[in-house]
């Protein structure tokens, strides 16, 4: 994208008029000095802010406003609870093991109401889905700020930027 000297933002591909000039959609083509000349200005655009951290919205300029999403529950002014990231994120977390546990929980029904034997692989997979999802919980609620927060979403890379591992939010165990 690009501005005009009169504040028009105009797009590669598309004529434009200013002073009563209706210029070709060519004009992408023009020197840099030659739009640099016209008071054509390049409008380079930041990446937009992550969502899942930040609230925000752009600028006619490709700037964003940008704001930090809560860590904690807060209450509007109706007194309306409203969840921080933290309640999101465990809530997200418990729904992941639930769904993990799903497929198994007729062994651990059958073992509290016939005494039948949970198959060990079946145990152990289970015991392995609890303890990623208390860590997990302990690391979202441990977060003592947003850099720390975020830092639960980062992938770990070896040297050459190759992914070694999960992020810990979603260090899960592989599955039975």
């Known amino acids: 994208m690009f501005r005009t000297s009169d ?9 434009w008029s200013q002073d009563g000039v209706t210029h ?4 992408h083509i023009w020197t840099v000095e030659y739009k640099a000349s016209l008071g054509i200005t390049e409008i380079v655009e930041e990446p937009h802010p992550d969502s899942r951290f930040y609230k925000w919205s752009q600028n006619e300029d ?6 930090e999403k809560s860590l904690i529950d807060t209450t509007d ?34 073992k509290a109401e016939r005494d039948r034997a949970i ?11 609890i303890s990623a999802c208390t860590t ?22 070896d040297g050459d930027g190759r992914p070694t591992g999960k992020a810990p939010i979603r ?3 592989e599955g039975l």
Do not use: C, H
């Open 7 to 15: 504040g028009q933002v105009i797009s590669a591909g598309r004529s």
């Open 24 to 27: 070709p959609r060519n004009w």
């Open 62 to 67: 490709g700037s964003y406003n940008q704001r």
């Open 77 to 110: 002014d109706g007194g309306r609870v409203i969840d921080g990231l933290k309640t999101i994120w465990i809530d997200k977390t418990k729904t992941t093991a639930n769904k993990l546990l799903a497929p198994t929980d007729w062994q651990v029904i059958a």
């Open 119 to 129: 198959d060990s692989g079946v145990a152990t997979y289970r015991a392995a889905v």
């Open 136 to 157: 997990i919980e302990a690391a979202i609620t441990g977060a003592a700020n947003m850099a720390a927060f975020k830092v639960l979403f980062d992938i770990p890379v």
């Open 171 to 173: 260090d899960w165990s």
